[in-house]
């Protein structure tokens, strides 16, 4: 793998008004299954679910706050994902690299070509 590239699509999370009636339309709808359920800290709810062939967790979640959809990707090192191109004037770095507290890193950037933000994770 070439230093510095993204492997894969990690999770991809959306807001949704009602969260049991996205989650039943999903798993009815598409076969889902459920991964995970999570009361967040300023009381909204997430539910992450995942499709028969796939590694991309599907999270939902009820946040007033983040109606923004959230992209993680997974690289081989995050700081390493960040130092290659810490100086690119493409990217507006919002998070530096942190440590996440159930192990491995965190970081997260804007791409300025399009107006995306990135949730960077891996090791």
Do not use: C
Not at 20 to 25: A, C, K, L, M
Not at 65 to 90: C, G, R
Request: aromatic share 10%; hydrophobic share 35%; charged share 25%.
């Amino acid at each position: 793998m070439t230093k510095g590239n993204i492997r894969q699509i990690q999770a991809i999370s959306l807001y949704t008004p009602d969260i049991e009636q996205s989650v039943e339309f999903y798993k009815n709808t598409f076969g889902a299954s459920e991964l995970f359920r999570s009361n967040q800290t300023d009381g909204s709810n997430m539910v992450g679910l995942s499709f028969a062939d796939g590694d991309t967790e599907f999270v939902l979640h009820d946040s007033e706050k983040l109606k923004e959809p959230d992209i993680e990707v997974y690289v081989d090192d995050v700081n390493e994902f960040y130092h290659t191109h810490e100086e690119n004037s493409n990217i507006h770095w919002i998070q530096p690299p942190i440590k996440k507290p159930f192990g491995g890193h965190l970081a997260v950037m804007r791409t300025m070509a399009d107006d995306i933000v990135l949730i960077i994770v891996g090791p």
